[in-house]
C-alpha cells in the first residue's frame, strides 16, 4: 500500500470496487512514453517519472500495447529501485508480443518509436495467461496491484470482435479470476473506448475496477452509472476541452470528436 502521506500533502486513499486494493486519486499513465506520436530519449522517460514520484504520485499504469512493451520496460526500470510497498502498479492483459516475421521491414504504427514487436489479441484462457507473464518479465517485477482486460472492443477489433468476446467469456475470465485467488494481483478490470463494450461487460463480468477513457468527459458523465465497480478515467480534460463527444476508430487507433459546450 502506497503511503497515505508525502512532504507536500495529504492523499486520500480509495478502495477499488469490491476489492481490498486502495489507491490514490491520481495516477500516471505511460502512454506517451511508448513513443506514440514522439520519440522519447531513455533519459527523459526516467526523469519524468523520477518527477512525478518526487512530486508525490505512488500510483502507476501502463500496457504492453504502449509503445509495443516499451512503456512497461522503461516503468519497470524505474519502479525496481524503489520499495515494492510504496507504489501501486496497474498493468494491462489480451494482447501478447511476438518477434516479426520481417523484423527489418516491420511497421510500428501507430507508435512512432516503441520496441519492434507484433502483437496479437488474445482473450482466451492462454492468452490472458500469456499476456500476463509477459507483462511480469517486461516490468521486471514479480506481482502488479491491478489488471485490466486492454481494448477489447468493436474500433479495435472489427469484424473479429465477437469471436475476441466470446474467449473472454469462455475460458478469459476463469483466468482473471485465478490470477486473482492466486494472489498475484488485489484486483481485476477492464479498460473501455466505447460505451456500449462498457455496459456489455460491466454486466457480464467480475470485474473491480473500470477505466474509462473515451467516454467520459467532465460534462459527459454518463458511464458514472456503474456500480459497485470502481473507476478511473483517462481523460477528464481530453485535448483540453470539455464536452460532449464521439468515438470512432479506424486502424487501431481510437479518436474523440468533440462538441465544445464552452
Known sequence: M?????????????????????????????????????????????????????????????????????????????????????????????????????????DRSPWVGGLNFDVAFDYSYDGIMRSFDQALQRLGIETVDGIAIHDLDSGFLGDAFDGHRRALLDSGARALAEIKAAGMVRAVGMGFNLTPELDLFVNALDLDYALVAHPYTLLDQGSLHLHQVGQGTFTPRRLNMLGTQRTRCAGGVCAAEYRQRI
Open 2 to 106: 502506497p503511503p497515505a502521506t508525502n512532504d507536500a500533502t495529504t492523499v486520500q486513499l480509495s478502495p477499488v470496487g469490491r476489492s481490498d486494493l486502495v489507491v490514490p486519486p491520481f495516477s500516471l499513465g505511460t502512454g506517451p512514453l511508448g513513443e506514440l506520436r514522439s520519440f522519447v530519449p531513455e533519459e527523459v522517460a526516467q526523469a519524468i517519472l523520477a518527477a512525478a514520484w518526487n512530486g508525490g504520485v505512488r500510483s502507476f499504469d501502463t500496457a504492453g500495447w504502449y509503445g509495443r512493451g516499451l512503456a512497461e520496460h522503461r516503468l519497470g526500470t524505474f519502479l525496481r529501485g524503489k520499495q515494492r510497498a510504496d507504489y501501486v502498479l496497474t498493468t494491462k492483459v489480451g494482447r501478447t508480443l511476438h518477434r516479426p516475421a520481417n523484423p527489418a521491414g516491420f
